[in-house]
Structures are given as C-alpha cells and as structure tokens.
C-alpha cells in the first residue's frame, strides 16, 4: 500500500469533527454534506488558518513542527471566492516552474487576462487564475474549497483535468470540498460525508 503522504488525526473545530484520513501522493479525498456543516472551517484548519484540535501531518512532519508560512505553502487552501490583493493577475502568479503559459491554455485563458485589473474580469476567470496562483507555488496538498462552483460544465472538466495531472505529476494530495456527487464521483478516490452535527463518516 503506498505511504501516506498527508495525514489528519483527530481534527475537530469547535463541534465539527472529529476528522481522521491518511492519503498517499496523487489521491485525492472528495468532501461532501449539507451547507453549514463546516467543510470550510475544515479545509481551514488543515491549512492552520483557524484553531483547531488534533494532528496534521506532511512527509512526517506536523503543522506545529514547521513554520506557519512554509505550512501554508505546502498545504494551500483554495477559497471558493479567491481575495485578489494586487490590481492584476500578474502580480501574483509568478512563472515560478516556467508551466503557466501551459496552464493558461490548459484552462482556456488568454495570456492578456494577467494584465488586466481583477475588477475586470469575470467570476469565472477569477477563479480559473486563483486555482494557477495556488499551482505556480508547488503545493504538496491542495484544499479546495468548491474550485469549480462559478464554472460551466465544460471549463469544470478542464479544472478537474489540470488537478488531477497536477497530483498525479507532483505526487500530490487534494481535499476537494463540492456539493456535486457527479464531479466527486470523477475526481476523487474516497470520499468524506459531513452530517449538520459536524460528525463525519469516510469511505
């Protein structure tokens, strides 16, 4: 059985949990149940953005062992609706692993989108770029926090698609919160069901 790379033991926050999984390089754990269950508040303490109780785990080292921007960077949340802090795209995804011109087509976005102001462009696109400004900083596990929920069916496939060539190219991991049973049925290898008590049961 491969070796997990990403490991959760014991996490709650607040009432919700607690939550435990392991993954290995390349899966990816599908994330369900009804709003207000706290997918989200999750997906965050995993991050190390919210206080939380338990374990997480990285290549054997835990959130409490490593610095808080590095842990951040390794293990990155994806917000459904993504904050932009500078006035263009291409400010903040750097061409660090000389791959975005190959994402952007991946995705279907014009090059010329990096240099438009944020407010200009559509919910759709922003949150195409949002999901290269993750990539561009070589996650080893990405949170994503319903990646896809502003897309048509056809530019969902294409996200779907670049995810999983990402995990599979990297050896990375992916928590990937929908509320779409079809899309979590395509993209994931186990999935964890979130009831309103904040119980969870993983399968």
């Not at 995993?46 to 409490?64: E, I, R, Y």
């Not at 951040?72 to 791959?99: F, H, K, N």
């Not at 438009?116 to 990405?142: E, F, K, M, N």
Request: proline share 5%; with cysteine; net charge neutral.
């Amino acid at each position: 059985m491969p070796m997990a790379r990403f490991t959760v033991a014991a996490l709650s926050v607040g009432a919700i949990g607690p939550i435990e999984f392991a993954l290995a390089g390349g899966e990816c754990l599908g994330m369900s149940g009804p709003s207000g269950a706290g997918k989200t508040r999750l997906l965050r303490a995993m991050a190390d953005l919210d206080a939380h109780s338990g374990v997480c785990t990285l290549d054997g080292q835990t959130s409490t062992a490593m610095a808080a921007p590095k842990w951040r960077s390794r293990v990155m949340y994806l917000a459904a609706e993504a904050p932009w802090w500078a006035d263009t795209p291409s400010q903040q995804i750097p061409d660090r692993d000389g791959q975005r011109a190959e994402r952007l087509a991946a995705l279907q976005l014009d090059d010329t989108l990096l240099h438009q102001p944020v407010t200009r462009i559509s919910s759709g696109q922003r949150q195409r770029l949002a999901l290269l400004r993750v990539l561009c900083r070589r996650p080893s596990v990405l949170l994503l926090d319903e990646p896809t929920a502003n897309l048509d069916p056809a530019n969902s496939y294409r996200v779907e698609t670049l995810i999983g060539d990402y995990c599979r190219a990297h050896a990375a991991c992916a928590i990937w919160v929908s509320h779409d049973q079809a899309q979590l049925s395509r993209v994931a290898t186990r999935t964890l069901v979130l009831n309103t008590a904040g119980a969870a049961s993983c399968s």
